[in-house]
Nanobody, 114 residues
């Protein structure tokens, strides 16, 4: 049973920062690539960033240079440091393993005001 619990969201002004966390269980976290995804109102869920088991990262063009994905294998926890936030970053943020599990957690809400 894969369980993914996202936390750390909130409301910030444009230019602000947030740090999201994802506590994972039900699979061998250290051996899997994992990633962050987000869904804005009225839009499809989209890829944000991924990190492999050996620490290789990949980012969506829209967040490159502003967001940093990282992982703590000892804690089976994934992080997303978000800086220079923009209103377009508003949405619900989710984490998942890669290949993705067929169920998603509740996510954590990020709201960025202009």
């Amino acid at each position: 049973q894969v369980v993914l619990v996202e936390s750390g969201g909130g409301s910030v002004q444009a230019g602000g920062s947030l740090r999201l966390s994802c506590a994972a269980s039900g699979f061998t976290f250290r051996l899997r690539s994992v990633g962050w995804y987000r869904q804005a109102p009225g839009k499809q869920r989209e890829f944000v960033a991924t990190i492999t088991s050996d620490g290789v990262t990949n980012y969506a063009d829209s967040v490159k240079g502003r967001f940093t994905i990282s992982r703590d294998n000892a804690k089976s926890t994934l992080y997303l440091q978000m800086n220079s936030l923009e209103p377009e970053d508003t949405g619900i943020y989710y984490c998942n393993r890669i290949p993705s599990y067929n169920s998603w957690g509740q996510g954590t809400q990020v709201t960025v005001s202009s």
